[in-house]
Protein backbone atom coordinates (compact mmCIF):
# COMPACT_ATOMS: atom_id res chain seq x y z
CA UNK A 1 0.00 0.00 0.00
CA UNK A 2 1.81 3.48 -1.11
CA UNK A 3 0.68 6.78 0.71
CA UNK A 4 0.52 10.23 0.17
CA UNK A 5 3.59 10.92 1.78
CA UNK A 6 5.74 8.57 0.19
CA UNK A 7 5.43 6.32 2.48
CA UNK A 8 5.15 2.65 2.18
CA UNK A 9 4.16 -0.41 4.25
CA UNK A 10 6.59 -3.53 3.91
CA UNK A 11 6.51 -6.64 5.18
CA UNK A 12 9.68 -8.59 6.74
CA UNK A 13 9.89 -11.71 7.74
CA UNK A 14 12.62 -12.33 10.98
CA UNK A 15 14.07 -15.29 11.65
CA UNK A 16 15.03 -16.00 15.57
CA UNK A 17 17.02 -18.74 16.32
CA UNK A 18 18.93 -18.10 19.24
CA UNK A 19 17.90 -16.49 23.12
CA UNK A 20 17.91 -12.49 23.71
CA UNK A 21 16.19 -9.52 23.42
CA UNK A 22 14.07 -8.44 20.07
CA UNK A 23 13.33 -4.63 20.03
CA UNK A 24 10.30 -3.67 18.07
CA UNK A 25 11.11 -1.09 15.15
CA UNK A 26 9.91 2.31 15.36
CA UNK A 27 8.46 1.99 12.64
CA UNK A 28 6.42 -0.91 12.85
CA UNK A 29 2.80 -1.45 12.28
CA UNK A 30 1.96 -4.52 12.78
CA UNK A 31 3.60 -7.69 14.57
CA UNK A 32 2.15 -11.65 13.78
CA UNK A 33 4.37 -14.20 15.57
CA UNK A 34 5.07 -17.70 15.11
CA UNK A 35 7.04 -19.79 17.15
CA UNK A 36 7.61 -23.90 17.94
CA UNK A 37 8.55 -25.44 20.92
CA UNK A 38 11.83 -27.95 20.86
CA UNK A 39 10.83 -31.49 20.05
CA UNK A 40 11.46 -33.93 22.95
CA UNK A 41 14.20 -37.11 22.61
CA UNK A 42 13.11 -40.49 22.20
CA UNK A 43 12.69 -42.87 24.83
CA UNK A 44 14.07 -46.63 25.71
CA UNK A 45 11.59 -49.80 26.37
CA UNK A 46 11.89 -52.37 28.91
CA UNK A 47 14.46 -54.88 28.65
CA UNK A 48 13.03 -58.47 27.52
CA UNK A 49 13.74 -61.20 29.64
CA UNK A 50 13.19 -63.67 26.79
CA UNK A 51 17.06 -64.01 24.56
CA UNK A 52 16.90 -63.32 21.06
CA UNK A 53 13.90 -60.93 21.51
CA UNK A 54 13.10 -57.25 20.79
CA UNK A 55 11.30 -54.28 22.39
CA UNK A 56 10.48 -51.40 20.52
CA UNK A 57 10.38 -47.87 22.34
CA UNK A 58 8.56 -44.21 22.45
CA UNK A 59 9.70 -41.46 19.85
CA UNK A 60 9.79 -37.82 20.95
CA UNK A 61 7.01 -35.30 20.64
CA UNK A 62 7.19 -32.61 18.63
CA UNK A 63 6.50 -28.70 19.98
CA UNK A 64 4.14 -27.32 20.10
CA UNK A 65 3.31 -24.42 17.16
CA UNK A 66 1.85 -20.91 17.97
CA UNK A 67 0.44 -18.44 15.95
CA UNK A 68 -0.54 -14.92 16.85
CA UNK A 69 -1.66 -12.48 14.27
CA UNK A 70 -1.69 -8.52 15.07
CA UNK A 71 0.21 -9.21 18.61
CA UNK A 72 0.05 -5.98 20.40
CA UNK A 73 2.83 -4.36 21.28
CA UNK A 74 4.77 -0.99 21.56
CA UNK A 75 7.26 0.58 19.05
CA UNK A 76 10.40 0.49 20.67
CA UNK A 77 9.73 -1.98 23.46
CA UNK A 78 12.03 -4.78 24.06
CA UNK A 79 10.44 -8.31 23.89
CA UNK A 80 12.52 -11.36 25.56
CA UNK A 81 12.74 -14.20 23.10
CA UNK A 82 13.48 -17.91 25.06
CA UNK A 83 14.05 -20.45 22.35
CA UNK A 84 13.43 -24.20 23.85
CA UNK A 85 16.67 -26.45 22.89
CA UNK A 86 15.73 -30.09 21.67
CA UNK A 87 15.02 -32.95 24.35
CA UNK A 88 18.23 -35.40 24.84
CA UNK A 89 17.51 -39.00 24.20
CA UNK A 90 17.29 -41.81 26.88
CA UNK A 91 20.41 -44.02 27.40
CA UNK A 92 19.31 -47.28 29.44
CA UNK A 93 16.52 -49.21 29.10
CA UNK A 94 13.03 -48.21 30.47
CA UNK A 95 13.67 -44.73 30.70
CA UNK A 96 12.00 -41.51 29.05
CA UNK A 97 13.59 -39.14 26.69
CA UNK A 98 14.20 -35.82 27.79
CA UNK A 99 11.23 -33.05 26.98
CA UNK A 100 11.87 -29.98 24.28
CA UNK A 101 12.55 -26.62 25.75
CA UNK A 102 9.34 -24.00 25.82
CA UNK A 103 9.97 -21.37 22.96
CA UNK A 104 8.48 -18.17 24.16
CA UNK A 105 7.95 -14.65 22.80
CA UNK A 106 6.77 -11.93 25.67
CA UNK A 107 4.00 -13.53 27.17
CA UNK A 108 3.42 -16.01 24.19
CA UNK A 109 4.70 -19.72 24.86
CA UNK A 110 4.84 -22.43 22.51
CA UNK A 111 5.44 -25.82 24.78
CA UNK A 112 8.82 -28.12 24.13
CA UNK A 113 7.33 -31.87 23.13
CA UNK A 114 7.19 -34.70 25.59
CA UNK A 115 10.08 -36.89 26.02
CA UNK A 116 9.47 -40.69 24.34
CA UNK A 117 8.26 -42.23 27.69
CA UNK A 118 9.83 -45.13 29.51
CA UNK A 119 8.56 -48.79 28.93
CA UNK A 120 7.76 -50.69 25.84
CA UNK A 121 5.46 -49.70 23.02
CA UNK A 122 2.80 -52.72 22.44
CA UNK A 123 1.68 -50.91 19.53
CA UNK A 124 4.66 -48.80 17.56
CA UNK A 125 3.77 -46.68 14.24
CA UNK A 126 5.41 -43.90 12.04
CA UNK A 127 5.60 -39.74 13.28
CA UNK A 128 2.32 -37.81 12.26
CA UNK A 129 3.18 -34.64 10.69
CA UNK A 130 3.95 -30.74 11.85
CA UNK A 131 2.24 -27.63 11.31
CA UNK A 132 3.06 -25.22 8.12
CA UNK A 133 4.31 -21.84 8.63
CA UNK A 134 1.31 -19.24 7.40
CA UNK A 135 4.34 -16.65 6.08
CA UNK A 136 4.88 -19.02 3.30
CA UNK A 137 8.39 -19.83 2.02
CA UNK A 138 11.45 -18.03 3.66
CA UNK A 139 14.52 -17.64 1.83
CA UNK A 140 16.96 -17.01 3.95
CA UNK A 141 16.77 -20.46 6.03
CA UNK A 142 15.70 -22.59 2.80
CA UNK A 143 12.40 -22.83 4.27
CA UNK A 144 9.77 -23.62 1.70
CA UNK A 145 5.79 -23.38 2.06
CA UNK A 146 5.35 -27.09 2.15
CA UNK A 147 7.57 -27.29 5.02
CA UNK A 148 5.93 -28.41 8.80
CA UNK A 149 6.81 -27.55 12.04
CA UNK A 150 6.89 -29.84 15.46
CA UNK A 151 6.58 -33.38 13.61
CA UNK A 152 6.60 -36.28 15.97
CA UNK A 153 9.29 -38.95 15.73
CA UNK A 154 9.03 -42.19 14.58
CA UNK A 155 8.40 -44.90 17.49
CA UNK A 156 10.84 -47.83 17.82
CA UNK A 157 10.96 -51.28 16.03
CA UNK A 158 10.77 -54.78 16.60
CA UNK A 159 10.89 -55.38 12.84
CA UNK A 160 13.85 -54.68 10.09
CA UNK A 161 11.89 -52.23 9.22
CA UNK A 162 12.05 -48.30 10.63
CA UNK A 163 9.45 -46.30 11.37
CA UNK A 164 9.37 -43.32 9.79
CA UNK A 165 9.37 -39.61 11.30
CA UNK A 166 6.63 -37.29 10.35
CA UNK A 167 7.31 -34.27 7.69
CA UNK A 168 9.52 -32.62 7.98
CA UNK A 169 12.58 -33.76 9.89
CA UNK A 170 11.50 -35.75 12.31
CA UNK A 171 13.76 -38.62 13.83
CA UNK A 172 12.73 -42.10 12.28
CA UNK A 173 13.00 -44.72 15.04
CA UNK A 174 15.27 -47.35 15.40
CA UNK A 175 14.77 -50.91 14.38
CA UNK A 176 16.39 -54.33 15.06
CA UNK A 177 20.00 -53.36 12.96
CA UNK A 178 20.22 -49.13 12.98
CA UNK A 179 20.16 -46.82 16.02
CA UNK A 180 16.77 -43.77 15.51
CA UNK A 181 17.52 -40.68 14.02
CA UNK A 182 18.23 -37.23 15.48
CA UNK A 183 15.06 -34.48 14.09
CA UNK A 184 16.58 -32.20 12.11
CA UNK A 185 14.14 -29.61 11.68
CA UNK A 186 12.21 -26.83 13.90
CA UNK A 187 10.69 -28.12 16.71
CA UNK A 188 10.53 -31.92 15.96
CA UNK A 189 11.00 -35.44 17.85
CA UNK A 190 13.88 -37.80 17.89
CA UNK A 191 13.17 -41.20 16.91
CA UNK A 192 12.23 -43.83 19.84
CA UNK A 193 14.80 -46.71 20.43
CA UNK A 194 15.09 -50.47 20.27
CA UNK A 195 16.50 -52.97 22.54
CA UNK A 196 17.65 -56.49 21.64
CA UNK A 197 17.84 -58.87 24.27
CA UNK A 198 21.10 -61.53 24.09
CA UNK A 199 23.33 -62.28 26.90
CA UNK A 200 23.21 -58.53 27.64
CA UNK A 201 21.03 -55.91 25.89
CA UNK A 202 21.80 -54.49 22.69
CA UNK A 203 20.39 -50.72 22.76
CA UNK A 204 19.68 -49.40 19.21
CA UNK A 205 19.93 -45.64 20.50
CA UNK A 206 16.71 -43.25 20.59
CA UNK A 207 17.27 -39.79 18.50
CA UNK A 208 17.58 -36.09 19.72
CA UNK A 209 14.74 -33.06 19.75
CA UNK A 210 15.48 -30.55 17.83
CA UNK A 211 15.49 -27.19 19.17
CA UNK A 212 12.27 -24.54 18.78
CA UNK A 213 11.92 -20.79 16.41
CA UNK A 214 10.59 -17.91 16.41
CA UNK A 215 9.37 -16.36 12.58
CA UNK A 216 8.00 -13.02 13.16
CA UNK A 217 6.40 -10.99 10.24
CA UNK A 218 7.31 -7.46 10.97
CA UNK A 219 5.01 -4.88 8.89
CA UNK A 220 6.66 -1.99 8.61
CA UNK A 221 5.76 2.26 7.14
CA UNK A 222 9.09 3.51 5.21
CA UNK A 223 9.82 5.59 2.65
CA UNK A 224 9.93 3.94 -0.33
CA UNK A 225 13.17 5.96 -1.41
CA UNK A 226 14.93 4.05 1.48
CA UNK A 227 13.87 0.57 0.56
CA UNK A 228 16.75 -1.37 -1.19
CA UNK A 229 15.64 -2.62 -4.70
CA UNK A 230 16.46 -6.03 -5.23
CA UNK A 231 17.17 -8.32 -7.92
CA UNK A 232 15.33 -11.94 -7.77
CA UNK A 233 14.81 -14.43 -10.57
CA UNK A 234 12.91 -17.25 -10.83
CA UNK A 235 13.50 -20.18 -13.24
CA UNK A 236 10.73 -21.83 -14.46
CA UNK A 237 11.12 -25.34 -15.75
CA UNK A 238 8.19 -27.82 -14.55
CA UNK A 239 6.27 -27.98 -17.56
CA UNK A 240 2.83 -28.72 -15.53
CA UNK A 241 2.83 -25.49 -13.77
CA UNK A 242 0.49 -22.82 -15.12
CA UNK A 243 0.88 -19.25 -13.74
CA UNK A 244 3.31 -16.97 -11.95
CA UNK A 245 2.59 -14.37 -9.23
CA UNK A 246 4.00 -11.10 -9.06
CA UNK A 247 5.39 -10.80 -5.29
CA UNK A 248 4.89 -7.93 -3.67
CA UNK A 249 6.71 -4.64 -3.74
CA UNK A 250 7.66 -5.34 -7.12
CA UNK A 251 8.80 -2.88 -9.44
CA UNK A 252 10.26 -4.24 -12.50
CA UNK A 253 9.87 -7.34 -14.56
CA UNK A 254 12.33 -9.02 -17.27
CA UNK A 255 11.29 -12.40 -19.29
CA UNK A 256 13.99 -14.84 -21.16
CA UNK A 257 11.57 -17.01 -22.60
CA UNK A 258 13.02 -20.24 -24.64
CA UNK A 259 10.37 -22.77 -26.98
CA UNK A 260 11.33 -26.21 -26.77
CA UNK A 261 13.53 -27.52 -29.17
CA UNK A 262 12.44 -29.84 -32.25
CA UNK A 263 13.14 -33.39 -32.89
CA UNK A 264 15.37 -35.10 -35.51
CA UNK A 265 14.12 -36.59 -38.71
CA UNK A 266 15.31 -40.30 -39.74
CA UNK A 267 15.70 -42.08 -42.68
CA UNK A 268 17.07 -44.99 -44.28
CA UNK A 269 17.83 -43.91 -47.62
CA UNK A 270 20.62 -41.74 -46.95
CA UNK A 271 22.62 -42.98 -50.41
CA UNK A 272 23.39 -40.26 -52.85
CA UNK A 273 26.22 -37.68 -52.52
CA UNK A 274 24.34 -34.67 -50.84
CA UNK A 275 21.73 -36.53 -49.07
CA UNK A 276 20.92 -35.53 -45.79
CA UNK A 277 18.85 -35.65 -42.65
CA UNK A 278 18.58 -32.91 -40.15
CA UNK A 279 18.23 -32.62 -36.48
CA UNK A 280 15.85 -30.58 -34.72
CA UNK A 281 15.82 -26.86 -34.92
CA UNK A 282 16.60 -25.16 -31.23
CA UNK A 283 13.58 -23.41 -30.18
CA UNK A 284 12.22 -19.56 -30.25
CA UNK A 285 14.42 -17.67 -27.81
CA UNK A 286 12.98 -14.09 -26.40
CA UNK A 287 13.91 -11.69 -24.58
CA UNK A 288 11.63 -8.82 -23.05
CA UNK A 289 13.00 -5.88 -20.26
CA UNK A 290 10.37 -4.16 -18.49
CA UNK A 291 7.01 -5.80 -19.10
CA UNK A 292 4.02 -3.97 -18.12
CA UNK A 293 2.22 -5.81 -15.19
CA UNK A 294 0.28 -4.73 -12.38
CA UNK A 295 0.22 -5.98 -8.40
CA UNK A 296 0.28 -9.03 -7.83
CA UNK A 297 -1.08 -9.78 -11.30
CA UNK A 298 -1.34 -13.62 -12.48
CA UNK A 299 0.80 -14.49 -15.50
CA UNK A 300 -0.71 -17.77 -17.85
CA UNK A 301 2.07 -19.36 -18.70
CA UNK A 302 3.03 -22.66 -19.84
CA UNK A 303 6.50 -24.04 -20.68
CA UNK A 304 7.23 -26.26 -24.24
CA UNK A 305 7.69 -29.97 -23.63
CA UNK A 306 10.11 -32.59 -24.70
CA UNK A 307 8.97 -33.49 -28.59
CA UNK A 308 7.08 -37.15 -28.32
CA UNK A 309 8.88 -40.07 -29.59
CA UNK A 310 9.15 -40.14 -32.90
CA UNK A 311 11.03 -41.84 -36.28
CA UNK A 312 10.06 -38.56 -38.05
CA UNK A 313 10.37 -34.96 -37.41
CA UNK A 314 8.45 -33.55 -34.60
CA UNK A 315 7.94 -29.51 -34.12
CA UNK A 316 9.13 -28.71 -30.55
CA UNK A 317 6.31 -27.28 -28.78
CA UNK A 318 5.59 -23.36 -27.58
CA UNK A 319 6.55 -21.67 -24.08
CA UNK A 320 4.52 -18.87 -23.36
CA UNK A 321 4.10 -16.04 -20.58
CA UNK A 322 1.29 -13.91 -20.66
CA UNK A 323 0.96 -12.13 -23.97
CA UNK A 324 4.31 -13.73 -25.07
CA UNK A 325 4.62 -16.47 -27.11
CA UNK A 326 7.92 -18.62 -28.48
CA UNK A 327 7.15 -21.11 -31.06
CA UNK A 328 9.35 -24.67 -30.58
CA UNK A 329 12.02 -25.10 -32.58
CA UNK A 330 11.69 -26.68 -36.21
CA UNK A 331 11.29 -30.44 -37.01
CA UNK A 332 13.93 -32.64 -38.62
CA UNK A 333 13.92 -32.66 -42.27
CA UNK A 334 15.77 -34.82 -45.28
CA UNK A 335 16.75 -33.01 -48.45
CA UNK A 336 19.74 -32.97 -50.82
CA UNK A 337 22.63 -30.63 -51.63
CA UNK A 338 24.28 -28.18 -49.64
CA UNK A 339 23.92 -28.56 -45.95
CA UNK A 340 21.61 -28.17 -43.48
CA UNK A 341 21.50 -25.19 -41.35
CA UNK A 342 22.86 -25.94 -37.74
CA UNK A 343 23.45 -22.88 -35.46
CA UNK A 344 24.46 -22.59 -31.37
CA UNK A 345 22.70 -21.37 -29.09
CA UNK A 346 21.74 -17.89 -27.54
CA UNK A 347 23.13 -16.64 -24.25
CA UNK A 348 20.89 -15.77 -21.50
CA UNK A 349 21.13 -11.81 -20.38
CA UNK A 350 21.13 -12.45 -17.17
CA UNK A 351 24.84 -14.05 -17.19
CA UNK A 352 25.45 -16.44 -14.40
CA UNK A 353 22.79 -18.13 -12.79
CA UNK A 354 24.14 -21.09 -11.43
CA UNK A 355 23.75 -20.17 -7.85
CA UNK A 356 20.23 -21.17 -8.48
CA UNK A 357 21.00 -23.93 -10.64
CA UNK A 358 24.44 -25.37 -11.45
CA UNK A 359 23.59 -26.10 -15.10
CA UNK A 360 22.81 -22.27 -15.90
CA UNK A 361 26.20 -20.82 -16.54
CA UNK A 362 26.76 -18.12 -18.17
CA UNK A 363 28.55 -19.60 -21.00
CA UNK A 364 25.55 -22.01 -21.12
CA UNK A 365 23.72 -21.79 -24.79
CA UNK A 366 19.98 -22.12 -24.88
CA UNK A 367 18.20 -23.49 -28.06
CA UNK A 368 20.66 -25.16 -30.02
CA UNK A 369 20.41 -27.15 -33.30
CA UNK A 370 20.72 -30.79 -33.26
CA UNK A 371 23.23 -32.47 -35.43
CA UNK A 372 22.59 -34.29 -38.84
CA UNK A 373 23.76 -36.76 -41.28
CA UNK A 374 25.21 -36.37 -44.46
CA UNK A 375 26.06 -38.55 -47.44
CA UNK A 376 29.44 -37.48 -49.23
CA UNK A 377 32.00 -39.08 -51.95
CA UNK A 378 29.85 -42.46 -50.97
CA UNK A 379 30.23 -42.09 -47.18
CA UNK A 380 27.85 -41.38 -44.68
CA UNK A 381 28.87 -39.15 -41.60
CA UNK A 382 27.02 -38.10 -38.36
CA UNK A 383 27.74 -34.22 -36.94
CA UNK A 384 27.76 -33.65 -33.36
CA UNK A 385 24.76 -31.26 -31.88
CA UNK A 386 25.20 -27.96 -31.30
CA UNK A 387 26.22 -25.85 -28.28
CA UNK A 388 24.75 -26.19 -25.68
CA UNK A 389 22.99 -29.13 -25.72
CA UNK A 390 22.29 -30.05 -29.54
CA UNK A 391 21.92 -34.05 -29.78
CA UNK A 392 24.60 -35.92 -32.07
CA UNK A 393 23.51 -37.47 -35.13
CA UNK A 394 23.98 -41.08 -36.12
CA UNK A 395 24.33 -43.28 -38.85
CA UNK A 396 24.02 -46.39 -36.13
CA UNK A 397 21.98 -46.75 -33.31
CA UNK A 398 19.89 -44.32 -31.66
CA UNK A 399 20.26 -40.37 -32.27
CA UNK A 400 21.10 -38.12 -29.52
CA UNK A 401 18.40 -36.25 -27.40
CA UNK A 402 18.59 -32.73 -26.66
CA UNK A 403 20.21 -32.23 -23.37
CA UNK A 404 19.68 -28.11 -22.76
CA UNK A 405 16.98 -25.85 -22.58
CA UNK A 406 15.40 -25.51 -26.47
CA UNK A 407 17.92 -27.73 -28.17
CA UNK A 408 17.13 -29.99 -30.86
CA UNK A 409 17.60 -33.67 -31.11
CA UNK A 410 19.47 -35.73 -33.67
CA UNK A 411 18.59 -36.73 -36.99
CA UNK A 412 19.15 -40.24 -38.08
CA UNK A 413 19.97 -41.78 -41.29
CA UNK A 414 21.06 -45.07 -42.61
CA UNK A 415 21.46 -45.65 -46.59
CA UNK A 416 19.08 -48.44 -46.65
CA UNK A 417 17.03 -51.20 -44.34
CA UNK A 418 16.12 -50.59 -40.65
CA UNK A 419 16.76 -47.47 -38.77
CA UNK A 420 17.11 -46.49 -35.21
CA UNK A 421 15.46 -43.60 -34.00
CA UNK A 422 16.29 -39.81 -34.16
CA UNK A 423 17.02 -37.92 -31.19
CA UNK A 424 14.15 -35.71 -29.01
CA UNK A 425 13.98 -32.27 -28.43
CA UNK A 426 14.19 -30.89 -25.52
CA UNK A 427 11.88 -28.39 -23.46
CA UNK A 428 11.96 -25.35 -22.81
CA UNK A 429 12.08 -22.62 -19.74
CA UNK A 430 11.34 -19.76 -18.44
CA UNK A 431 13.44 -17.04 -16.58
CA UNK A 432 12.24 -14.09 -14.78
CA UNK A 433 14.34 -11.33 -13.48
CA UNK A 434 12.34 -8.75 -11.46
CA UNK A 435 13.38 -6.10 -8.84
CA UNK A 436 11.14 -6.01 -5.38
CA UNK A 437 11.31 -3.20 -2.45
CA UNK A 438 12.43 -5.51 0.28
CA UNK A 439 14.23 -4.70 3.73
CA UNK A 440 17.09 -6.96 4.31
Given at each position: ??????M??????V???????Y?????T???????V?A???G?????????G????G???EG???V?????????GE?????????????????????KGG?T???T??????N???????????I???GTA?????I??E??T???????N?G????????N???N???GK????S??????????A??G?????R?????I?N???????????????????S???????????????????T???N???ID??I?????G???????N?????V??????????V?????????I????????????Y???????TT??E??VA??E?G?E??GG????????LC??????????E????????AT?G???????E????????T???GG????????G??Y?SG????G??????????????????I??Y?RE??
Amino acid sequence: MLFASGMIEVAQLVVIKSSGIYIVPANTVKLDVFLVGAGGGGGLPVASTSYGSYTAGYAGEGGAVVYQENMPFIKGEEINVVIGQGGSAATTANNAGNKGGDTSFGTLIALGGNGGTAGTNSSPSIGSDGTACPFGDIESEAVTSSDLFGANGGDGSTTTTANVGGNTGAGKGANRSTAAANAAFYGAGGGGGTIYRTFSNTIRNPGLGYQGIVILKVTRMIKESEIPLVEKFEIITDISRTSWTVPDNTKKIDIFIVGGGGGGDGSNSVNTNGDWVSGGGGGEVLYVEDISFTKNQIFELSVGDWTALSYGGEKGNPTTFGEYTVAGGEAGKESNGGYPYTKDGTLCPFGDLSHIDPELTATTKYAATGGYVRYSNGELQGYSGNKTGGGGGSIKGNAGNGTFYGSGGGGMGVSSGQFSRPGRGYQGIIIIRYYVRELE
